[in-house]
C-alpha cells in the first residue's frame, strides 16, 4: 500500500509541476548516417565526444560544432573524455588510443583482442576496458599500462567505473552483475533477468543495469535492489547521475526515458531511428542521446530533476503526515472510548484474536480490491502508460466514449443482455425450486436438488466450447435437430452471422437454471413458515393462489440479491463473449467490457480501460440503488 501511494503522490506532483523537455533538432548530425557506438560528455559540460560506426571519433562543441575527427582502424567502441581536454578512444582494431585536446595521438597500446568497452575517471588516472571474448576486466593507468585483471567466471559483457573511481561495476554473459570496491573486492553479484545490454554507477555505489528483456534495474552498494524501470523495447544504453538519484535509459525503438531510483518515470521522448547511446551532462542539468541514425541530441532536463527532487520530499513529506495524522485519530479514538465507552475497549481486548485473525483477510482486501480500484478511479483522469510519462486530460476518456463507435454499439448489445439475462437469472430457476418445492417426498427433493448442483462441477470454459460445437454450421447439433424437424438446412453459421450472433449467445446455457438461483429461490421457499402455507389452504387458497400471494411476496429478498448479482455479472462480463465469437463478427456482440479488456490488453490505453471500468462501476452503483430503494422486502 505504501508503494501504490508513494506512486500516486509521486505521479500526481510530476504533473502538477514538471514541465517535459523538448527534443530539439539533433545538435550533429552524420553525413553516412551511420551508428553513433559511444559517447561521453566532458567534466565541465561544454564538450561531447562520439564514437561511430565508420572508425572515427569525433569531438564537438556544447552546440555541436565539430572540433576535430580521429579516425582509427576500424569501429570505435569507446570514448571517454578527460577534464585536460584529451581523449581516451578503444577501437575494434584492437587499440586503445590518448588524443590531446587538439585532435594528435599521444600514444596507443595494442590489447591483441578487440576492446568492447572503455569507461575512465575524469582524471584519466584510472580507466577499464573490457576484450572480445573475455573473462577479464583490465584496470589501466594514466599511461595505458595494465595495473591490475579482475577475471569473472564467465565471459565480461559490460564494465562501469563511478565518476569518482571508488566502484566499478560489471555484467557478464551469465546474467549477473557485479560490483567491486576501490580496493577490487566483490560486494556482491545479482542475477538478473535478461541478458545485460549496459551497465553504470553513481558515486555512491548505486548501479543501473539495462536488460534486453526491456528492463533497468537498480541497485544499492549493499545489493538491494531499489526499483525497475520498464521499457517500452529492448534497453540498449543506461546512463546515472553522479549522486545516483535518478537514471536515464534508452530502447531500441528510439525512447528515451529519466526515471528516479524507485524506477518512476519523470519523463520520457522519442526520436526517429534506435537510442543507441545516452549520457547525463556531469551536473545532471543535460541529457544527450544518439541514435543509430547517426544524430546527437540535447535535452534540458534540469528542471525535470530538480521537480522530481520536490516530489520526492513532498511524498515523503505527505506519506510522514499521513502517518502521523492516522497515529493521532487512533489515539484520540482511543482516548475517547477510554472515557466515555470503557466497556466497548473491553469487548475488543477479548476478542483481539479473532481480530488478529482477520487482519490478514482485510489486508488481502485492502491490497488486491481497493487499491487497484482507488487505482482506475484515479488513472480514468489520465492518459495513462504503465513504465512511461502520464499525463491528466481530466474527463477527456469519458467524452472519448460518447464518440467510440465500440462503446456505443457495445451499450444496445449490453441493453439486450441486461433484459434477457435477468429473465433467464430469474424466471427458469424460480419454476424449478417451486417443482422441487411442490415434490411430496422429502427425499424426492433431495435426489433433484443433488442432480442439478452436481452440474456445477462443469467448468463454464467447457460448457461454452460444447455451446460453440453445437451452433457449428457443418456438424453442430442445432443445424442437426432443425434440419430433422424440417425448420431449416445445414450450413447457417448462427454465431457468424451478425444478425443471429447475440441470439445465438442469448441461446446459450438453455434451460437457463443458474445453480446459485436455483439454491437461492429453493431457500427462500423453505424458509417460508409451514403454518403460513397451511393457513392459506384452510381459506381454500390453491397451489396457484398461494404461489402469487404467499412465495412472490416472501421472495422479495431473494430477486432484490439476484437482481444485484445477474447486474454485475452481465455488465462486467466479457469472458463468454471473449471465448465464444471475440466480439465478432463486425461489432455484432461487443459489450463495454470487451472494449475495456482489448483497450488494456491489446492497446495499452490504460487510461481509457480505467474510464470504462469507473463507468461500469456508476452504472452498476445507480441500478443498485434503485433496486434497493424500489424493491421492498418482508424486512424493509
Same mark, same amino acid.
Given at each position: 500500500m505504501r508503494r501504490m501511494t508513494s506512486y500516486l503522490?509521486?505521479?500526481?506532483?510530476?504533473?502538477?509541476?514538471?514541465?517535459?523537455?523538448?527534443?530539439?533538432?539533433?545538435?550533429?548530425?552524420?553525413?553516412?548516417?551511420?551508428?553513433?557506438? $559511444?559517447? $561521453?560528455?566532458?567534466?565541465?559540460?561544454?564538450?561531447?565526444?562520439?564514437?561511430?560506426?565508420?572508425?572515427?571519433?569525433?569531438?564537438?562543441?556544447?552546440?555541436?560544432?565539430?572540433?576535430?575527427?580521429?579516425? #582509427?582502424?576500424?569501429?570505435?567502441?569507446?570514448?571517454?573524455?578527460?577534464?585536460d581536454g584529451q581523449l581516451l578512444v578503444s577501437s575494434d582494431d584492437r587499440h586503445l588510443y590518448r588524443i590531446d585536446a587538439g585532435g594528435k595521438e599521444v600514444w596507443n597500446k595494442?590489447?591483441?583482442?578487440?576492446?568492447?568497452?572503455?569507461?575512465?575517471?575524469?582524471?584519466?588516472?584510472?580507466?577499464?576496458?573490457?576484450?572480445?571474448?573475455?573473462?577479464?576486466?583490465?584496470?589501466?593507468?594514466?599511461?595505458?599500462?595494465?595495473?591490475?585483471?579482475?577475471?569473472?567466471?564467465?565471459?565480461?559483457?559490460?564494465?562501469?567505473?563511478?565518476?569518482?573511481?571508488?566502484?566499478? #561495476?560489471?555484467?557478464?554473459?551469465?546474467?549477473?552483475?557485479?560490483?567491486?570496491?576501490?580496493?577490487?573486492?566483490?560486494?556482491?553479484?545479482?542475477?538478473?533477468?535478461?541478458?545485460?545490454?549496459?551497465?553504470?554507477?553513481?558515486?555512491?555505489?548505486?548501479?543501473?543495469?539495462?536488460?534486453?528483456?526491456?528492463?533497468?534495474?537498480?541497485?544499492?552498494?549493499?545489493?538491494? +535492489?531499489?526499483?525497475?524501470?520498464?521499457? @517500452?523495447?529492448?534497453?540498449?544504453s543506461v546512463d546515472i547521475t553522479k549522486d545516483g538519484q535518478f537514471i536515464a535509459v534508452a530502447d531500441y525503438s528510439g525512447n528515451y526515458y529519466v526515471a528516479n531510483t524507485d524506477g518512476k518515470p519523470l519523463w520520457t521522448t522519442k526520436e526517429t531511428g534506435a537510442g543507441q547511446q545516452i549520457r547525463f551532462s556531469h551536473d545532471g542539468n543535460r541529457l544527450y542521446?544518439? $541514435?543509430?541514425?547517426?544524430?546527437?541530441?540535447?535535452?534540458?532536463?534540469?528542471?525535470?530533476?530538480?521537480?522530481?527532487?520536490?516530489?520526492?520530499?513532498?511524498?515523503?513529506?505527505?506519506?510522514?503526515?499521513?502517518? #502521523?495524522?492516522?497515529?493521532?485519530? +487512533?489515539?484520540?479514538?482511543?482516548?475517547?472510548?477510554?472515557?466515555?465507552?470503557?466497556?466497548?475497549?473491553?469487548?475488543l481486548w477479548k476478542s483481539k484474536t479473532a481480530y488478529l485473525m482477520l487482519l490478514p483477510s482485510f489486508t488481502l482486501i485492502i491490497i488486491f480490491l481497493y487499491i487497484p480500484s482507488f487505482s482506475g478511479l484515479f488513472h480514468s483522469l489520465y492518459d495513462w502508460k504503465p513504465g512511461a510519462r502520464s499525463e491528466f486530460i481530466g474527463l477527456a476518456n469519458f467524452k472519448r466514449m460518447l464518440s467510440d463507435p465500440y462503446v456505443t454499439k457495445g451499450a444496445g448489445n449490453l441493453l439486450i443482455l441486461i433484459v434477457t439475462g435477468l429473465f433467464k437469472a430469474l424466471i427458469p430457476p424460480?419454476?424449478?425450486?417451486?417443482?422441487?418445492?411442490?415434490?411430496?417426498?422429502? @427425499?424426492?427433493?433431495?435426489?433433484?436438488?443433488?442432480?442439478?448442483?452436481?452440474?456445477?462441477?462443469?467448468? $463454464?470454459?467447457?460448457?461454452?466450447?460444447?455451446?460453440?460445437?453445437?451452433?457449428?454450421?457443418?456438424?453442430?447439433?442445432?443445424?442437426?435437430?432443425?434440419?430433422?424437424?424440417?425448420?431449416?438446412?445445414?450450413?447457417?453459421?448462427?454465431?457468424?452471422?451478425?444478425?443471429?450472433?447475440?441470439?445465438?449467445?442469448?441461446?446459450?446455457?438453455?434451460?437457463?437454471?443458474?445453480?446459485?438461483?436455483?439454491?437461492?429461490?429453493?431457500?427462500?421457499?423453505?424458509?417460508?413458515?409451514?403454518?403460513?402455507i397451511e393457513a392459506a389452504r384452510i381459506d381454500g387458497a390453491r397451489s396457484w393462489r398461494i404461489i402469487r400471494s404467499i412465495h412472490l411476496p416472501l421472495l422479495a429478498g431473494q430477486f432484490k440479491l439476484l437482481i444485484v448479482l445477474s447486474l454485475i455479472g452481465i455488465i462486467q462480463d466479457f469472458g463468454s463473449i471473449l471465448i465464444v465469437t471475440g466480439g465478432g463478427p463486425a461489432d455484432s456482440t461487443y459489450v463495454p467490457a470487451l472494449q475495456m479488456y482489448f483497450a488494456a490488453t491489446k492497446f495499452n490505453d490504460m487510461g481509457y480501460a480505467s474510464a470504462l471500468g469507473v463507468s461500469m462501476f456508476v452504472i452498476i452503483l445507480i441500478i443498485t440503488i434503485i433496486n434497493m430503494k424500489f424493491i421492498k422486502t418482508n424486512t424493509d
Open positions: 503522490l509521486a505521479v500526481t506532483l510530476l504533473l502538477l509541476f514538471a514541465q517535459a523537455a523538448h527534443a530539439s533538432q539533433p545538435i550533429w548530425e552524420m553525413e553516412q548516417k551511420l551508428t553513433i557506438k $559511444s559517447l $561521453s560528455i566532458s567534466e565541465d559540460g561544454e564538450a561531447v565526444a562520439v564514437g561511430t560506426q565508420n572508425a572515427s571519433a569525433i569531438l564537438l562543441g556544447q552546440d555541436g560544432t565539430q572540433k576535430f575527427e580521429f579516425l #582509427a582502424k576500424n569501429v570505435v567502441t569507446g570514448v571517454a573524455l578527460l577534464s595494442d590489447f591483441k583482442k578487440m576492446i568492447k568497452t572503455l569507461s575512465a575517471t575524469a582524471d584519466g588516472q584510472l580507466a577499464v576496458i573490457t576484450l572480445y571474448n573475455t573473462n577479464v576486466i583490465y584496470l589501466l593507468d594514466g599511461a595505458g599500462e595494465v595495473v591490475q585483471e579482475l577475471p569473472l567466471e564467465i565471459t565480461v559483457k559490460n564494465a562501469a567505473l563511478s565518476p569518482n573511481g571508488e566502484w566499478l #561495476a560489471a555484467g557478464a554473459a551469465n546474467q549477473y552483475g557485479y560490483l567491486f570496491n576501490q580496493a577490487s573486492d566483490q560486494q556482491y553479484k545479482v542475477p538478473l533477468s535478461g541478458d545485460i545490454v549496459s551497465i553504470a554507477a553513481a558515486d555512491n555505489g548505486t548501479i543501473v543495469i539495462g536488460t534486453s528483456n526491456n528492463k533497468a534495474f537498480l541497485y544499492t552498494s549493499e545489493g538491494a +535492489l531499489k526499483g525497475t524501470l520498464t521499457t @517500452k523495447d529492448k534497453v540498449t542521446a544518439a $541514435s543509430d541514425k547517426g544524430a546527437v541530441f540535447q535535452y534540458a532536463v534540469g528542471a525535470v530533476l530538480e521537480k522530481g527532487k520536490q516530489a520526492e520530499f513532498a511524498q515523503k513529506a505527505l506519506l510522514v503526515s499521513a502517518i #502521523a495524522a492516522v497515529i493521532l485519530l +487512533l489515539a484520540g479514538l482511543y482516548i475517547w472510548l477510554r472515557k466515555k465507552k470503557p466497556h466497548i475497549l473491553q469487548r424460480l419454476i424449478v425450486a417451486e417443482l422441487i418445492y411442490h415434490l411430496r417426498s422429502k @427425499k424426492s427433493q433431495y435426489i433433484f436438488r443433488t442432480a442439478f448442483v452436481i452440474s456445477m462441477v462443469i467448468p $463454464s470454459v467447457g460448457m461454452l466450447l460444447i455451446w460453440q460445437d453445437m451452433f457449428d454450421p457443418n456438424i453442430g447439433l442445432i443445424n442437426q435437430l432443425l434440419h430433422t424437424i424440417g425448420l431449416g438446412s445445414f450450413g447457417h453459421a448462427w454465431l457468424g452471422d451478425p444478425k443471429t450472433a447475440l441470439w445465438a449467445l442469448i441461446l446459450i446455457g438453455f434451460p437457463f437454471v443458474g445453480i446459485l438461483q436455483l439454491l437461492v429461490m429453493y431457500s427462500g421457499l423453505i424458509a417460508i413458515p409451514e403454518e403460513v
